[in-house]
């Protein structure tokens, strides 16, 4: 009987690795089929080779201008094939080389191939007549003009540093040939964009004196200078705000500096006075006294008149494109009624509404004069489709290739409802997950949400297994600028493995809980994060009058922090915190899959995911019921792709609750080199592992996609 149990479980287990690779492979066909078809124009009928791999890449979607998106384009005739001659000189001059040169393969319709040759010099002698199958570009970008001195005369020498980056880049280690590219065009924008800048901060009077660079036809080394006369800076020393010619107020404002970005808050004020009492066409005009020099510093006087024009009331509310989206849902608590003055910035609020219901690609405002004091509120919309498929890839160490899809239902029964379906599988885990939104479902910024989710997962020593359904609310707090999530859990839980020592949990259980999670966020770029703060945290209350049979407390914190010590090195910084506790005993109350499970990735990179926690006497990996993991990581900007780091990740933990907050502690010691892609950053890092257990790893090599915290 006992045999026939374990091959009825090896017989599953077979069957559900063969699942999982026949996923794999229809999602990594249909992944190829999807991508590959939308660039199956520039793949299978046009070549472009000696630009780079990601130059030829970049030429080739400069090609799509020429495009037409509503037909797939076979044959190519001589007009086409002088354009696209002309399209990619132009975007290789751009980045420096004047002169490229170009071999032309063109394969015709019955199978000959045509060369041609272009240098800038001739038009290329191409058959009027001719129609292309392919075409093979064979490009010679030739001599790359670049900056190899340049001198900014007229600041004063501890700003010099921080103005070079107006005309390349500076915030990496090494500055290549191809960062410093030069272009009498780039050279220009770079002079207009430094000024602009100086002028903003209060130099008023700064010009541009002489300007001259030389470049070595021989070589493409180029000399620039750029002589600056910065003046003194701006201070305003009196405020006076006019309506028309009536005066309404003056002060003193104590030397404030007369920067660009004072005297728009100070209009934007003003503005935003009059637009809530129904004047639209408000305008406000900064003007200034001469300047009276004292210490270095010129003296205003600032004066900012309003003109209101006339006051406004909304005649008309329309809304167009909209579909068969219910009309209540369009309007809900709009701000703005008819009849009332006009106030643009609630005009504003009502299409941010639109807009966040998430159904619309754009929302555009615009209003249409009935009268001098009566006018209509237009929002033009264009609804997203209904269907929108797509498509998820990731690579981690442990897990291997993650292939997926995403299906998004948009504007469900017409209510602005709409509906997630993810499908993720990878070599260790399969997962399933539904969710349902209902946006303003009791309130303007409250979404309802319900969610249903299946994930199998080969964990380091054992199998989890979790079937779970929850529904809540979310909500944005404006004030706190936090996001607020609360919901309740079902959740039925398996971790396969006979042999788990009793007291470190269940099994199997089932869980019903209610949830708060809070996060904030003002990091300033998701993907590649270099300054901005993150923070959050999680309670989960188990209650067994819900419909559970267990009875815990689980509360999980963190914080991560990214600051530029230089233009070019970053200090990223993360803390974590986890403990969970129970009512009554351990074996009868908590789940194995509640534990924590420190490693991997995005955790403590020496070691697999789910292996940097307790282990019993066997060594098994039994998770951990308080930890605390510490993250530092320094990042030093090679180029503007590749980055070199080192990192340190610590956690402390500890099987017992009772050893609070750890009683063992793990280091890994790393670096690595991270690649800039689309979709976040390839990390290839090794990690070393210090005050390691017998059983541990010395280390471990990890290649993995997206930022680690």
């Known amino acids: 009987m006992e045999d026939l149990q374990q091959m009825r479980q090896s017989w599953h287990t077979e069957l559900f690795k063969g699942f999982k690779i026949l996923s794999l492979y229809i999602l990594a066909v249909g992944f190829i089929s999807l991508t590959g078809s939308a660039s199956v124009f520039t793949s299978q009928h046009i070549s472009i080779r000696g630009y780079g791999f990601w130059g030829n890449l970049s030429l080739h979607k400069d090609l799509k201008i020429l495009d037409n998106p509503n037909q797939k384009r076979t044959l190519f005739d001589a007009n086409y094939i002088e354009d696209a001659i002309w399209v990619l000189d132009g975007s290789i001059q751009a980045k420096g080389y004047p002169h490229p040169t170009f071999e032309i393969e063109v394969t015709t319709t019955s199978g000959e191939k045509k060369h041609y040759t272009w240098d800038k010099t001739f038009t290329p002698d191409i058959d009027p007549h001719i129609l292309a199958t392919h075409i093979n570009f064979q490009i010679n970008p030739g001599i790359l003009n670049h900056y ?19 005309f390349y880049p500076t915030n990496v280690l090494v500055v290549t040939k191809e960062d410093k590219y030069f272009t009498p065009a780039r050279f220009e924008q770079s002079i207009e964009s430094l000024l602009r800048d100086i002028k903003h901060n209060g130099y008023w009077d700064a010009r541009l004196i002489d300007k001259e660079h030389h470049t070595d036809s021989a070589t493409g080394a180029t000399t620039a ?105 369009v309007k809900g608590n709009t701000p703005l009624e008819e009849g009332e003055l006009l106030d643009i910035q609630k005009a504003e609020a009502q299409r941010d509404r639109l807009l966040g219901l998430n159904i619309f690609k754009n929302v555009d405002l615009d209003y249409n004069k009935v009268s001098e004091h009566e006018w209509d509120v237009l929002y033009i ?111 039925q839980l398996k971790a396969l493995k006979e042999d788990f020592p009793r007291d470190v949990g269940l099994n199997n259980a089932n869980v019903s809980s209610l949830q708060l999670d809070l996060r904030r966020s003002t990091i300033d770029n998701p993907l590649f994060p270099e300054r901005g703060y993150r923070i959050y945290g999680s309670t989960e209350i188990a209650i067994p009058h819900l419909g559970g049979n267990v009875d815990f407390e689980r509360f999980e914190l963190g914080a991560a922090y990214h600051h530029p010590i230089t233009s070019a090195f970053i200090g990223h910084y993360a803390l974590r915190h986890g403990f969970v506790t129970t009512v009554g005993s351990v074996p009868n109350n908590l789940p194995i899959n509640k534990r924590f499970y420190p490693g991997g990735d995005t955790t403590v ?42 990192f340190l990740d610590a956690v402390g933990f500890a099987r017992s609750i009772h050893d609070y907050p750890f009683n063992q502690e793990l280091y890994s010691l790393g670096l690595g080199l991270n690649y800039r892609t689309p979709v976040g950053p390839l990390r290839l890092e090794y990690a070393h592992n210090i005050h390691r257990r017998p059983d541990d790893p010395s280390g471990r090599l990890l290649l993995a996609l997206g930022f680690p915290f």
Not at 148 to 156: A, E, K, R, V, Y
Not at 237 to 250: A, F, G, H, V, W
Not at 615 to 623: A, E, S, T
Request: hydrophobic fraction near 30%; aromatic fraction near 12%; proline fraction near 4%.
């Open 148 to 166: 190899t001195s340049l001198t900014i005369t007229g600041i004063p020498d501890e700003k010099m540093d921080k103005l070079v980056h107006y």
């Open 381 to 491: 919309a264009e609804l997203k489709q209904s269907l929108i498929l797509s498509l998820i890839m990731g690579y981690g160490s442990y897990e291997l290739l993650r292939l997926g899809f995403e299906l998004r239902h948009n504007n469900i029964f017409g209510r602005a409802h709409y509906s997630k379906l993810k499908f993720i599988q990878s070599f260790k885990s399969t997962e399933v997950d539904y969710r349902y939104n209902i946006p303003e479902f009791l309130g303007k910024d409250i979404t309802g949400f319900g969610n249903a989710n299946f994930l199998t997962r080969e964990e380091i020593s054992y199998t989890r297994q979790e079937l779970s359904a929850s529904a809540g609310v979310n909500k944005y707090l404006k004030r706190y600028k936090t996001y607020a999530t609360f919901q309740y859990n079902y959740e």
């Open 605 to 646: 990179r020496g070691y697999r995911q789910g292996q940097a926690d307790p282990q019993d006497d066997k060594g098994n990996n039994i998770g951990a019921e308080t930890y605390v993991l510490l993250n530092i990581e320094f990042e030093e900007r090679l180029s503007q792709k590749l980055s070199f780091v080192v």
């Open 225 to 329: 200078s750029v002589h600056i006369s910065r003046g003194p800076r701006y201070f305003v020393d009196q405020l006076t705000i006019k309506r028309n010619d009536e005066t309404l107020s003056e002060e003193s404002v104590n030397d404030e500096p007369y920067t660009h970005a004072w005297r728009y808050k100070q209009m934007k004020k003003l503005r935003n006075e009059y637009y809530a009492e129904g004047y639209p066409d408000v305008e406000v005009k900064t003007t200034n006294t001469p300047p009276k020099y004292k210490d270095e510093k010129a003296l205003v006087n600032i004066t900012n008149t309003i003109t209101p024009g006339p006051q406004v009331t909304v005649h008309n509310i329309e809304y167009q494109g909209m579909g068969k989206t219910d009309k209540k849902i």
